[in-house]
């Protein structure tokens, strides 16, 4: 069990670009979440999957933002045409299934839009 | 709409000090309530969860309480310590896809 995997932690563009943040949870964790995260706030429910099905994605911050999470292994979060306002830290956390209660995090992906 | 209320927003003790750390929430329809420690720059750790059922848990010098009837957890920390410096995050976990709702979380400062 190697924990919760984010890839990169650190990740600086200019506004106007694509940026594409990768996940990799727990292994046999069929459950997959993403969080933003501001300054001073507790973090915010975007989207997740069930195995390889996003149930939830009307949280997701603008038609700017998708998710995938290919063969229900790890996850990409994209954001295309970046703006300021994105700058933040993108978490990603899994569990084993629906019905475990208990998420386990990843250190997160800070973004700064430039 | 849940909503998760943190105070106080900061918190300043001597090492060796009790404290509470209060978290309150508007809906009580929810599948448990958990606490995390976040260090600057990093992910979060769970620290306690407390099922909808239960009052309390406890681990180690950490003890935190569940009411739901009048929306409110605290944490407890016990004879604190520098090492406990972090911002400590509550979370209402709702809905069928068992998401978090957090509040804004309180920093706390243990002086040596």
């Known amino acids: 069990d190697t924990g919760v995997s984010q890839d990169p932690r650190h990740k600086i563009t200019k506004r106007g670009q694509n940026v594409t943040f990768r996940c990799d949870p727990i292994s046999e964790h069929n459950r997959l979440y993403w969080y933003r995260q501001t300054l001073g706030q507790g973090p915010e429910f975007l989207t997740y999957?069930?195995?390889?099905?996003?149930?939830?994605k009307s949280r997701l911050l603008s038609d700017r933002f998708s998710a995938e999470r290919p063969k229900g292994s790890f996850s990409t979060l994209e954001i295309q045409r970046t703006e300021q306002g994105d700058s933040a830290m993108y978490l990603c956390?899994?569990?084993?299934?629906?019905?475990?209660?208990?998420?386990?995090f990843g250190s997160g992906t800070q973004l700064s839009v430039l | 709409k849940q909503e998760v209320t943190q105070i106080p927003a900061a918190l300043s003790v001597p090492e060796g000090e009790n404290l509470v750390l209060n978290c309150s929430f508007t809906d009580s329809a929810i599948y448990n309530l958990q606490w995390f420690r976040q260090d600057p720059g990093k992910g979060l750790t769970s620290l306690l969860l407390?099922?909808?059922?239960?009052r309390e848990q406890t681990s180690g010098r950490l003890n935190a309480s569940l009411d739901k009837s009048s929306g409110r957890s605290t944490l407890y920390i016990a004879a604190s310590q520098p090492g406990d410096s972090a911002t400590y995050l509550c979370?209402?976990?709702?809905?069928?896809?068992?998401?978090?709702?957090f509040g804004s979380g309180t920093q706390l400062t243990v002086l040596p």
């Open positions: 956390a899994s569990s084993y299934d629906w019905n475990d209660e208990k998420l386990f």
């Open positions: 407390i099922q909808s059922s239960q």
């Open positions: 979370a209402a976990q709702i809905g069928s896809a068992r998401q978090l709702t």
């Open positions: 999957f069930q195995n390889e099905a996003q149930l939830e």
